[in-house]
């Protein structure tokens, strides 16, 4: 039996949405309706001070400008704290969680950055902390995740087999920081996981936190999703495409063009058009599939000269 797809949208409204976003949008909207599926899409404002309503209402009309429609809308992260602290709790019954004090700092002295994405590892030795001299601690703690000696392997749609072992490339790894502040990682994996979302398409700036949430899946007994992770746009030196780049957000785009212009853009750009013409979401969809995908960075930054 077929699977029937449910993906979702999982903005971060701290700005405008840029066209890298639109890209991963986009490529989440195509294969969830080339199959019939339905589409959730979900606020990722857990840095409250930079997310903002009005932010996300922005985000909300350039989906609709593309053509990009959803067919929920999931609370958004900042409304889920009780759900991300019964997660916690149910790893800290099993003993999978340790309170930790470590500062940035006293990390950086003692440890290799993580290879993937820079972070020192954690040592080990914080675990085994007494009781007495977690009682003497007068700040709260971060909340960790013990890493184990586990080789973590799947297959992503785009980027084939990849695997992680928690301990030596990942290390302990913070589910709640000392400021009670729940981190991507697990909030993530609860809200996929409870909206029943099955296929999860984002940047491949991503795939390094895929083992993490993989193996939280397996711990709190949710079914993971398939993945996949897809290009990043780059300027024309390589360099990945960011809120930084004003001219590629949204709210410029909009001003000179019109919205199967953009769309015919990243389509051709990524290898399901062999010309750029414009072009809707909705018609994309009719042959859209993961084979013609570019696997490579894909350049549109230089298009000021060639737009
Ligand atoms: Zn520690």
């Not at 062999?274 to 230089?302: H, M, N």
Request: net charge negative.
């Amino acid at each position: 039996m077929k699977e029937y797809p449910i993906g979702r949208f999982a903005p971060t409204p701290s700005g405008r949405m840029h066209l890298g976003n639109a890209f991963a949008y986009l490529l989440a909207w195509l294969s969830v309706r080339s199959r019939d599926g339905e589409m959730i899409l979900r606020m990722e404002d857990l840095d409250t001070l930079r997310c903002t309503t009005q932010l996300a209402e922005g985000i909300r009309e350039d989906l609709r400008w593309l053509g990009l429609l959803w067919d929920r809308e999931t609370p958004p992260q900042r409304e889920r704290t009780d759900a991300y602290e019964a997660a916690l709790q149910r790893l800290k019954e099993r003993g999978h969680v340790f309170p930790c004090w470590c500062t940035r700092g006293s990390l950086n002295l003692v440890n290799a950055p993580h290879a993937s994405d820079g972070h020192p590892i954690h040592p080990a030795s914080c675990r085994n902390r007494s009781e007495a001299e977690r009682k003497l601690q007068k700040e709260p703690p971060a909340w960790r995740l013990e890493a184990p000696d586990l080789e973590i392997r799947f297959t992503d749609g785009l980027c084939g087999a990849y695997s992680e072992n928690l301990m030596t490339e990942c290390g302990d790894f913070v589910l709640r920081r000392a400021d009670g502040v729940f981190v991507y990682q697990l909030a993530v994996v609860v809200d996929d996981g409870e909206a029943g979302v099955n296929e999860v398409v984002r940047g491949c700036d991503l795939l390094s936190s895929t083992p993490r949430q993989l193996y939280l899946y397996r711990l709190l007994g949710l079914t993971p999703p398939s993945y996949y992770h897809v290009p990043m746009l780059t300027d024309a030196e390589g360099r990945k495409l960011s809120k930084r780049d004003a001219d590629m957000d949204l709210g410029q785009l909009r001003k000179t063009m019109r919205p199967e212009q953009v769309i015919g853009r990243l389509a051709f750009r990524c290898g399901l058009l062999a010309r750029e013409e414009a072009v809707s979401a909705r018609e994309l969809a009719a042959d859209f599939s993961w084979q013609k995908l570019r696997r490579e960075d894909i350049i549109i930054g230089e298009t000021k000269e060639d737009a």
